[in-house]
């Protein structure tokens, strides 16, 4: 008996199994498990589950484990790059969503164990292969980072 894969019958929700479909990101630096609240071209929420097992936490640090900025700011733009894919529909053969820019980034709280990171990511301008974002990483109420961002498609072939 063959299986197919659960269609997803809730368009604005993106399961794992779409968002490894979407960007070419892989264990240890895919930081997006899932995303919702999708609106095409406009927004999108990334949703990351921050776990103790997280290879970066054995250094990051080791009495106090914090993710750190860096990747609270990469989960920001592949959440970004989530919506670009599916709002523009790219095909992942030959072509990337690269980082180009990042601006106004803020630090507000740290990012634990056991932690579930937010992203709402809103699109601030749009032209072409090219997006502004502005994006917001959330533990509960209280912001852990804030930035403006831009991402473009490229051929990578």
């Given at each position: 008996m063959s299986r197919k894969a659960p269609?997803?019958?809730?368009?604005?929700?993106?399961?794992?199994?779409?968002?490894l479909r979407r960007i070419p990101h892989r264990y240890p630096f895919l930081l997006v498990d899932r995303a919702?609240?999708?609106?095409?071209?406009?927004?999108?929420v990334g949703i990351k589950c921050v776990t103790f097992n997280e290879p970066f936490f054995?250094?990051?640090?080791?009495?106090?484990?914090?993710?750190?900025?860096?990747?609270i700011v990469e989960a920001l733009a592949q959440?970004?790059?989530?919506?670009?894919?599916?709002?523009?529909?790219?095909d992942v053969a030959g072509k990337?969503?690269?980082?180009?820019?990042?601006?106004?980034c803020r630090f507000r709280n740290p990012v634990?164990?056991?932690?579930?990171?937010r992203m709402p990511v809103e699109v601030v301008r749009h032209?072409?292969?090219?997006?502004?974002?502005?994006?917001r990483a959330m533990v509960g109420d209280k912001i852990a980072a804030e930035a403006e961002f831009a991402a473009m498609v490229v051929a990578t072939q």
């Open positions: 269609v997803n019958e809730n368009p604005t929700e993106i399961d794992i199994s779409e968002v919702e609240e999708y609106k095409p071209s406009e927004s999108i054995a250094g990051h640090f080791p009495e106090y484990p914090v993710m750190p900025g860096v990747l959440t970004g790059a989530v919506l670009m894919s599916k709002s523009l529909d790219v990337t969503i690269l980082f180009i820019s990042l601006d106004n634990r164990p056991g932690d579930v990171l032209r072409g292969d090219l997006f502004k974002f502005k994006g």
